[in-house]
């Protein structure tokens, strides 16, 4: 199926992916029909083992260290590409994004096709990406994908985007790996380049609106400051908010208002877990007119979930 034109769903460690075979142009084409996205935002290709990339792009020295340090994991490498992957996958880019997946059922997919398979997150162009199957039906709803059900996923955010294929090492994406780990490997903090600043973004993935609930969302940096944003809100039932921890029974929130939060106690990997989940939560709610969210320190993972908050603030 995957291979004859159909993408189909799959878990992987980070989000939900639509897979297909990324030397069948065909099959790739209809994951950019699918999910409505320009064909100037290129496919991440994810592959089993390391030795099927030399097949696909042109491999520095420093990828053997990243590769057995975080892969397989929630690491996404772009290199310089070979000609072997179509246009199509690449938006005619002359590089190439890669990673190798953790998650065990997107694995053995990749093992039994024998093939790279091109994958974006299985969400509609835009919109936030899914952590788990129903996320895909719910976005879809009739022209839904198959999809293998594989739970919920674990990291709950997209890879960490870097490119080597710059004279230094660049962060594209923040995701579940920090850039202080990634500099245990490089042997130097990678740069960062994480908005775009002209018509074609080095990542699209990081415009500046993206991973956008439907309804209006404002971050703020503290509880405080969300207490003194929804005061004057006529009706508290219309105001959703999501903190990092549980409030502590002192702390007093309007009585109608519906408060959310994404760890018990401000776990950052489990924040990020449960973002996604939340924001779909809030965001289907028919009440619900207004989103405020709390961010989170800006350190690891937590770097990366306000990334992700201030786009779907934007
Ligand atoms: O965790 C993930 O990375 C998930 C799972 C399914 O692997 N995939 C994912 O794919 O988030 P997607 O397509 O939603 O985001 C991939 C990002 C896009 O922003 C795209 O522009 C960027 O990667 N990208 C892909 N190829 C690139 C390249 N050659 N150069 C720069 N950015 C690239
Ligand atoms: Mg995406």
């Known amino acids: 199926m995957i291979c004859d034109g159909t993408p189909v769903a799959l878990p992987t460690e980070t989000v939900y992916g639509l897979a297909a075979d990324a030397f069948c142009e065909k099959s790739v084409g209809s994951i950019f029909k699918i999910k409505g996205r320009p064909y100037n935002d290129p496919l991440i290709v994810h592959v089993a083992k390391f030795e099927q990339i030399e097949s ?59 093939r790279p398979l091109a994958a974006p997150s299985a969400n509609p162009f835009g919109s936030v990406s899914p952590t788990r199957a129903e996320h895909i039906v719910s976005s879809f709803g009739e022209s839904s994908p198959y999809i293998l059900d594989g739970g919920s996923t674990e990291h709950g955010i997209e890879s960490t985007i870097l490119s080597l294929a710059e004279t230094i090492p660049v962060i594209l994406r923040l995701g579940p790996l ?16 994480l908005n775009a600043d002209n018509d074609i973004p080095k990542a699209p993935g990081s415009l500046p609106r993206h991973y956008s609930p439907n309804t209006s969302l404002q971050l703020h940096p503290s509880s405080a400051a969300i207490h003194r944003s929804i005061q004057n809100a006529s009706n508290p039932q219309t105001v959703g908010v999501i903190l990092l921890k549980r409030p502590s029974p002192n702390e007093k929130w309007p009585k109608k208002s519906k408060v959310q939060w994404l760890s018990e106690s401000g776990n950052l990997n489990e924040a990020a877990f449960n973002l996604y989940d939340t924001l779909r939560k809030m965001d289907s709610d028919p009440q619900i007119e207004q989103i405020h969210c709390h961010a989170a320190p800006d350190k690891g993972v937590g770097s990366a979930i306000n990334d992700k908050l201030s786009r779907a603030a934007h």
């Open 56 to 114: 696909l792009a042109f491999i520095p020295s420093v990828l053997a260290k990243l590769s057995e340090t975080f892969w397989p994991g929630p690491l996404t490498v772009v290199l310089r590409k070979k000609d072997s992957i179509p246009a199509v996958v690449t938006s005619g880019l002359p590089t190439v994004a890669v990673r190798i997946p953790a998650h065990p059922l997107f694995r053995e997919v990749l093992e039994k096709v024998g």
């Open 178 to 193: 920090s850039s202080d780990e990634l500099n245990s490997v490089l042997g130097r903090l990678p740069a960062e380049q």
